[in-house]
C-alpha cells in the first residue's frame, strides 16, 4: 500500500469506526438550526427564536447511569434541589425577582469525598412559571444531561466526583436561553469535594528571636479546620427588582453579594451594644440589616479563635473579577483543586466562575475585614467582618450577664457563626461551638432550619441576650 492510499484508507476508518460509535447523531454534533431569518436579529434573539442553543451530541463519554454506578461499590451521596423563582429581599428594604434553588441564594452545598458518586436530581415544581437545569461543575459529563427541565417535571444524573476542589453548580444553559437572567438572580451554589486523603497541614513562616539572631520559625497547624463558604456575585437589577440584561452587558452591576447578600456580615444591633453600649449606635457605616424584624436576614459576623487552622471555601459566581483580600491578614495558604497555589500571599485574584481554597491563621484579636478588593465592589456590598479571640473583651461581660461560665476564645459560643456562611463538615471539619440561622432564605426555609432543631435562631438569641448584656454593661461600668 502507497501512501496517499494509506492515508485514504485511514480517513474511511475513521469515519466507518465514527459511525458505527455514534450512529447517525455523529453528523449532528453542531447547534440545530432552524428556518430563521438570522439577518434581521442580534445573536441573543436568534437563541431565545430556537429556544435555547439544543445541542446534540453523542453519549460516549463517562458514565452516567446511576444504577450501574451504585453497583461499582461507591459511596453515592444524593443531592435533591429545586427550581424556585421567589421574592428576596434586597439593601434598602426592597425586594428582587430571584430565581433559587431549593429557596435560598446560593443554593444548598453539597459535600462529598472525591471519589463519591453524585446523584442529582433536580425537580420543578407545578406552579413555577419558568424552566431550569442544572450544570455542576464537579461532573465531567455530556453537557446534554443538563438539559432543562420543564415544571411539573424532574430528572437524575449521577457522575463520580474525580476531583478534589470547589466547584460552581448552576442553572444550565442547555437548551435555555436567558441563562445569565437565573444565574444572577440567584440560581448558583457549590460543590466541595474533599480529597480522598484528606486536606494537608498548614505551614506558617513565623520568625523567631534568640540571643540577638532572627531565624526562620515555622508552624505547624493540623488539617482540621473551621470552615466557611464565601460566594461572590452581583446583581443586575432595575428599579422593579427585576434582572436587567442591558446593565450585564455593559457590566454595570446595582450591587456586589456575598453569599447572596450585600454586607450581609456586618455588626447588627447587638454587636452595636456589645460594642458601642447602644443597638442603635453603628459602629461600621454600611449597616442595612440590623432590624430583629429581618429575623434571618439581619446581619451577622464571622467568629473564629486566635491560633486556629481556619479553612475558607470561595467561589466567584459572579460577572466581575474577585480581588480576595482579608485587611490586617495574610492569606497563609491558596488551594484550587488539590494543588497548592500560593502561600504567604496578600491577594488572590479569582475570575469568573473560579475558585480557591485559603487556609490562614488570624494572629492577633481584632476585627479584620474580608473583601473583593476591587473599590466599586467593596462600597457596593462586597465586604464582611471576621471577629478573631476577643478583641473588646466581653468575656467579663458575658459572664457578669450570665451567658457563659468560664471565658470563650469566639464570640460564635454566645451567638453562634451565620449558617449560610457554614458548610456542612466534612474531612477535617471543626465543629462551629454554634450555627444560627442566618442567609438569603425564604420564610419558608428559615422556618424549616428553626423546625429542625438544628440551629441557634438569631432572632431569638438577639433579645435574650439584648438585656442581660445591657445589665451587665451598666453593672461593669463600661458604658
Ligand atoms: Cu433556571
Redesign the pocket.
Known amino acids: 500500500m502507497n501512501k496517499r492510499i494509506s492515508m485514504l484508507f485511514t480517513i474511511a476508518a475513521v469515519a466507518v469506526m465514527s459511525a458505527t460509535l455514534f450512529g447517525s447523531t455523529y453528523t449532528q454534533t453542531q447547534i440545530s438550526v432552524q428556518s430563521i431569518d438570522m439577518s434581521q436579529m442580534d445573536m441573543m434573539d436568534k437563541i431565545r427564536e430556537m429556544g435555547g442553543l439544543q445541542l446534540v451530541m453523542p453519549q460516549a463519554f463517562a458514565e452516567t447511569d446511576c444504577g450501574a454506578l451504585a453497583d461499582t461499590g461507591r459511596n453515592v451521596v444524593e443531592f435533591n434541589i429545586t ?1 424556585e423563582s421567589v421574592s428576596l429581599p434586597i439593601m434598602g428594604g426592597k425586594t428582587y425577582n430571584a ?1 433559587t434553588f431549593s429557596g435560598q441564594v446560593p443554593g444548598p452545598t453539597l459535600r462529598v469525598t472525591q471519589g463519591d458518586v453524585v446523584q442529582m436530581t433536580l425537580s420543578i415544581p407545578t406552579d413555577e412559571p ?1 424552566a ?2 442544572n450544570d455542576m461543575h464537579a461532573s465531567q459529563i455530556s453537557a446534554l444531561e443538563f438539559d432543562s427541565i420543564n415544571p411539573g417535571e424532574s430528572k437524575t444524573f449521577c457522575y463520580i466526583a474525580e476531583s478534589a476542589g470547589v466547584f460552581k453548580y448552576h ?1 444550565s444553559g442547555v437548551h ?1 436561553a436567558e441563562m445569565d437572567r ?1 444565574v444572577l438572580s440567584g ?1 448558583y451554589g457549590i460543590a466541595i469535594v474533599d480529597p480522598i486523603n484528606g486536606y494537608k497541614k498548614l505551614m506558617v513562616e513565623k520568625t523567631s528571636i534568640s540571643s540577638g539572631k532572627v531565624s526562620l520559625d515555622r508552624q505547624f497547624y493540623d488539617a482540621d479546620a473551621l470552615e466557611f463558604t464565601l460566594q461572590f456575585n452581583q446583581l443586575y437589577l432595575d428599579e422593579n427588582g427585576n434582572y436587567d440584561k442591558n446593565l450585564m452587558d455593559s457590566h454595570q452591576n446595582t450591587a456586589t453579594v456575598i453569599n447572596g447578600m450585600q454586607f450581609g456580615y456586618t455588626p447588627n444591633m447587638a454587636h452595636n451594644l456589645l460594642i458601642a453600649g447602644d443597638p442603635e449606635k453603628n459602629f461600621f457605616v454600611a449597616q442595612p440589616w440590623t432590624g430583629l424584624e429581618l429575623k434571618q436576614y439581619q446581619s451577622q459576623l464571622l467568629y473564629v479563635e486566635n491560633d486556629q487552622h481556619v479553612r475558607l471555601f470561595i467561589e466567584n459566581q459572579g460577572n466581575e473579577p474577585v480581588f480576595f483580600h482579608i485587611v490586617g491578614e495574610i492569606l497563609d495558604r491558596v488551594t484550587q483543586g488539590n494543588r497548592v497555589q500560593s502561600a504567604a500571599t496578600e491577594t488572590w485574584l479569582l475570575g469568573g466562575s473560579q475558585n480557591m481554597i485559603v487556609d490562614l491563621v488570624f494572629d492577633e484579636p481584632g476585627v479584620y475585614a474580608l473583601v473583593n478588593h476591587d473599590y466599586a465592589a467593596i462600597y457596593s456590598g462586597g465586604l464582611g467582618l471576621f471577629v478573631a479571640g476577643d478583641p473588646f473583651n466581653l468575656n467579663p461581660v458575658f459572664q457578669e450577664a450570665g451567658l457563659i461560665q468560664a471565658p470563650v476564645t469566639s464570640y460564635a459560643y454566645v451567638l453562634g457563626n451565620p449558617s449560610d456562611a457554614v458548610p456542612p463538615m466534612g474531612m477535617n471539619s471543626i465543629a462551629h461551638p454554634a450555627i444560627n440561622i442566618h442567609g438569603l432564605y425564604t420564610d419558608d426555609v428559615a422556618s424549616e432550619m428553626a423546625a429542625s432543631g438544628d440551629y441557634a435562631i438569631l432572632w431569638n438569641i438577639i433579645p435574650e441576650v439584648a438585656g442581660p448584656l445591657s445589665d451587665a454593661l451598666t453593672a461593669l461600668g463600661r458604658f
Request: aromatic share 12%.
Open positions: 427550581g430565581m419558568y431550569h437545569g442553572c435555555l437565573h440560581m
